[in-house]
């Protein structure tokens, strides 16, 4: 999987079409876990998350990335915040979320000051990236050492007990996240955020 660079943001800007199919392909799952974590009731998760894409793919063309770090994720969090707030306005009548909390979290949306909400948006959105840039290196590690990569960096386990689990030393553990991580930041690199 490739992610999202800013040649691939600038092709899709201009309308090439495979473009702004791969960053949409990229974001879906994202905006689909999103909206199911933040109780969208399931029939609904689709349609809004297309609804979204089509805020998205309209915008695009005006959108100038500032150069700030978390420009581009935070222009993609208020398309995705103001879709939401007119879904829920729209369908106020009709839906009834699994709890209040749920309710009065998306009523923060408005607020001109950085929420709870948004900073989980953007520590979900930290994560969904992490987790993309993890499956395009893993191809290139042997299993073994990716493992030691993920029980120390995920999983939190020290590495000398990760050494004893998988039958390594502590120094080949030690240097499995060092070269794991390494390509991660390579690979890092150009990203739009």
């Known amino acids: 999987m490739a992610l999202t660079r800013n040649s691939l943001l600038f092709k899709a800007k201009s309308g090439d079409e495979a473009s702004w199919k791969h960053l949409a392909d990229l974001y879906r799952p994202f905006l689909v876990g999103w909206l199911r974590h933040h109780e969208v009731p399931p029939q ?15 915008s695009l063309p005006a959108y100038e990335h500032n150069g700030n770090q978390g420009a581009f994720r935070a222009w993609l969090r208020t398309i995705v915040l103001k879709r939401v707030i007119d879904y829920r306005r729209s369908r106020r009548s009709r839906v009834r979320f699994a709890s209040k909390e749920a ?56 590495p000398s007990q990760v050494a004893e689990e998988l039958g390594l030393s502590v120094k080949a553990v030690y240097a499995a996240k060092s070269r794991v991580m390494r390509l991660v930041r390579e690979r890092a690199a150009g990203l739009i955020n």
């Open 44 to 58: 609904d998760v689709d349609d809004l998350t297309q609804e979204i894409l089509l805020s998205v793919v309209k």
């Open 103 to 158: 309710g009065l979290a998306l009523e923060e949306l408005v607020s001109p000051h950085q929420s709870e909400l948004e900073l989980v948006w953007e520590r979900e959105h930290d994560h969904y990236v992490v987790l993309c840039l993890l499956e395009l290196v893993r191809h290139q590690f042997e299993p073994i050492t990716f493992q030691a990569f993920r029980r120390q960096a995920f999983d939190g386990i020290r």
